[in-house]
């Protein structure tokens, strides 16, 4: 059976299983998860070589439709995770050409390498266009969330924060995602907070509050003395809340 053939067939095998196949993942905040990686990128696949150059590792080459952070790059490799646990035995992250996603990467010996557990997401996938708006508008704050602390699991694991988020009334004109930078003095105590990017005056101030009347005793920040916070708006069957993840 020659090259072309193999490649057919394997192209109808992806095709068939497709995106959908879901994995159980754990994410940090939406900040943290930005902050984390090398490589953001709304790209249109061209090539796909399967099991390439080992098991389990697909190299694929693209074309890039928009940056969203790093450096310009046409191929990754995407390391398909394998027997983590029982629920990610075979999680696998399937490209074919002509998809279109938003992909995300980290640098290694300079290879980009993507998993399936990274917050890739197809452009066929509903909130996608959504999706693509908030790294646009993380871009815009760059160098801010990369200077700033963005993770505390205090802070991440607060109850009352995560109710105060979800119980705010969410309006059509609100934006997408809103950014609050919390300003420490030098002993840790809570100097400020700013509105970096507004989500609406009325939110804002709501959020203010909560962040203030939030415990922030063990979570240390870094030189410039900010601890970053993103919101950002997520629909689903109950309606649009107010998430961290």
């Not at 098991?55 to 074309?63: H, L, P, S, T």
């Not at 998809?99 to 980009?112: A, P, R, S, V």
């Not at 609406?200 to 959020?207: A, L, M, P």
Request: glycine share 4%.
């Amino acid at each position: 059976m020659n090259k072309a053939l193999i490649a057919f067939f394997l192209s109808i095998f992806y095709s068939a299983y497709g995106a959908s196949q879901s994995c159980v993942c754990f994410r940090e905040n939406i900040a943290t998860d930005y902050k984390n990686v090398d490589f953001i990128a709304h790209v249109r696949i061209n090539e796909v070589y399967y099991n390439y150059p080992i098991e389990n590792q697909d190299y694929v080459r693209f074309d890039i439709l928009e940056i969203l952070k790093g450096p310009k790059n046409n191929s990754m490799i995407i390391q398909q995770e394998v027997g983590n646990n029982i629920n990610n035995d075979k999680c696998r992250l399937y490209l074919k050409a002509n998809d279109e996603l938003l992909i995300f990467g980290n640098l290694d010996n300079g290879q980009l390498i993507s998993k399936p557990c990274l917050r890739n997401k197809f452009a066929m996938d509903s909130g996608f266009v959504t999706e693509l708006n908030k790294y646009r508008t993380l871009r815009k704050h760059h160098k801010l969330i990369t200077d700033s602390r963005t993770f505390c699991t205090q802070f991440n694991d607060n109850i009352q924060f995560s109710t105060t988020l979800q119980n705010i009334l969410i309006k059509s004109n609100s934006k997408l995602i809103g950014i609050y930078a919390v300003v420490f003095n030098d002993d840790q105590t809570i100097n400020k907070t700013e509105v970096v990017e507004s989500l609406s005056r009325e939110i804002d101030v709501k959020i203010q509050i909560a962040l203030i009347k939030s415990s922030w005793a063990q979570c240390a920040v870094n030189n410039n003395n900010k601890f970053i916070v993103v919101v950002h708006k997520t629909s689903d069957e109950n309606g649009t809340r107010l998430f961290l993840h």
